[in-house]
């Protein structure tokens, strides 16, 4: 059962290539997104079962050498996060909007399994560093209170860190808006 990401960041796309391939050759893990990101960075996200995260995690810092920039697990994710990183979300109705943005790809992840966790919250879009300069976003909806305590926790994570660049609450977001979140 795949209750369990982990997150490796290189600074080298074909070493973040090599260095995915070994990660799932090593463990029981499936691959949630390997891809090239701004500015010309690499990130791997793998699921699975806690150990087999943590072995491929390992194995990703270390074939990556001096490219690797950060890496993550986080053990109980919020099922919820999964398809917000693939854009496979689509909430019935957009009540009130949250936006949280940040300069790190892998701790917006963490951020948003803290968000989504926070509050009866839907995700929207978990989009990260691609198109972005590196950096990343979550949107998410939920009634405006909801909203509002899930802004907190992701504000909380980020600015522990030092890497929070902004965040917004839109109580009645336009129709029009809305579509272009989708």
Not at 4 to 31: L, P
Not at 91 to 109: D, H, R, Y
Request: glycine share 8%.
């Amino acid at each position: 059962m795949a209750n369990a990401i982990g997150i490796v960041e290189f600074t080298s796309i074909s070493r973040g290539i090599f260095s995915s391939d070994q990660m799932v050759k090593v463990s029981d893990v499936e691959i949630v997104t390997a891809s090239s990101t701004c500015p010309g960075k690499y990130i791997a996200i793998v699921t699975g079962d806690v150990e087999s995260v943590k072995e491929s995690v390992s194995v990703g810092e270390k074939t990556a050498n001096e490219f690797w920039i950060d890496s993550i697990i986080i053990p109980n994710v919020s099922p919820l996060v999964f398809p917000a990183i693939t854009g496979a979300t689509m909430p019935e109705k957009v009540q009130a909007l949250g936006v949280i943005e940040a300069f790190s790809i892998a701790n917006m992840v963490v951020a948003a399994d803290k968000i989504l966790k926070s509050a009866s919250l839907e995700p929207i879009e978990l989009r990260l560093g691609t198109g972005l300069g590196g950096k990343s976003y979550f949107t998410f909806t939920g009634n405006v209170g909801a909203v509002e305590v899930g802004i907190e926790a992701g504000k909380t994570e980020m600015e522990e860190k030092g890497l929070l660049v902004n965040a917004e609450v839109i109580p009645s977001p336009s129709d029009r808006l809305i579509q272009t979140l989708f």
